[in-house]
T-cell receptor, first 114, second 114 residues
């Protein structure tokens, strides 16, 4: 079975600070990796995804993530956060072969202070 | 991009009543939809996979007689919470895959059972 761990439950940063949110997964096969964001009162939106190829993927709003296969990690980064980045961030995986339902991490609440 | 809607967005009901939640894909057809549940400050947990024209498949621990799923058409799946109790209060979110690896999420339905 797949599992996803997000070790940072609540992160508080000042504007312009750099961000890195950790995500580790456990699965015996090849996976697709995702980061979703949930702004207050809104639905989940896809930030970025990794299927194959270049392990450094760029997403929307200046976010990027790096897939490190040897560490089973897919950490999310942003060099300079803004107040508008305040949201809940979820890492998720699904198997490249098999069902498409996602397994989510527990989420990280990011609070950016102006 | 693809849009998934849910109705209602909020519902409050008395214990023992049944509540129906609709999930619609607005501009694409979805033979499969997923239903997730999100408890406060927790991650999304897959409840079941809704399959058009066949029975839904439920995750371990999810009571299929309590959470009735009907995938009536290629654009509509419904989740009925039967004989709801306060512990069923949660945020219910549906998603529909587009292509092999991308999913679009509905805005969610907040259920409160008194």
């Amino acid at each position: 079975a797949q599992s996803v761990s997000q070790h940072n439950h609540h992160v508080i940063l000042s504007e312009a600070a750099s961000l890195e949110l950790g995500c580790n997964y456990s699965y015996g096969g090849t996976v697709n990796l995702f980061w979703y964001v949930q702004y207050p009162g809104q639905h989940l939106q896809l930030l970025l995804k990794y299927f194959s190829g270049d392990p450094l993927v760029k997403g929307i709003k200046g976010f990027e993530a790096e897939f490190i296969k040897s560490k089973f990690s897919f950490n999310l980064r942003k060099p300079s956060v803004q107040w508008s980045d305040t949201a809940e961030y979820f890492c998720a995986v699904n198997a490249q072969r098999g069902r498409r339902a996602l397994t989510f991490g527990s989420g990280t609440r990011l609070q950016v202070q102006p | 991009g693809a849009v998934v809607s849910q109705h209602p967005s909020r519902v409050i009901c008395k214990s023992g009543t049944s509540v129906k939640i609709e999930c619609r894909s607005l501009d694409f057809q979805a033979t499969t939809m997923f239903w997730y549940r999100q408890f406060p400050k927790q991650s999304l947990m897959l409840m079941a996979t809704s399959n058009e024209g066949s029975k839904a498949t439920y995750e371990q621990g999810v009571e299929k007689d309590k959470f009735l799923i009907n995938h009536a058409s290629l654009t509509l799946s419904t989740l009925t919470v039967t004989s709801a109790h306060p512990e069923d209060s949660s945020f219910y979110i549906c998603s529909a895959p587009v292509g092999s690896d991308t999913q679009y999420f509905g805005p969610g339905t907040r259920l409160t059972v008194l």
